[in-house]
């Protein structure tokens, strides 16, 4: 098998679009996101917020996310 930079780039492009979506859905479920509290990334792509966990979450403490 033959691999090329075009299938290597989709491959790496469905394996982080796969990854985002995962972490994002997971962060929904158990956290509020707050205030954005930064950015970072190459370009400012990754934005960063404040989130707290959800009484229903298995932790309870504040923690930071990052969207991209």
């Given at each position: 098998m033959s691999l090329n930079m075009k299938?290597?780039?989709?491959?790496?492009?469905?394996?982080?679009?796969?990854?985002?979506?995962?972490?994002q859905m997971t962060v929904q479920e158990d956290y509020d996101l707050l205030e954005q509290?930064?950015?970072g990334g190459p370009?400012?792509?990754w934005k960063l917020?404040?989130?707290r966990a959800r009484?229903?979450?298995p932790s309870t403490q504040s923690k930071s996310?990052?969207?991209r």
């Open positions: 299938s290597l780039t989709q491959a790496l492009a469905k394996t982080a679009a796969v990854i985002e979506k995962t972490v509290v930064g950015s370009g400012f792509a917020y404040a989130a009484p229903s979450a996310f990052v969207d």
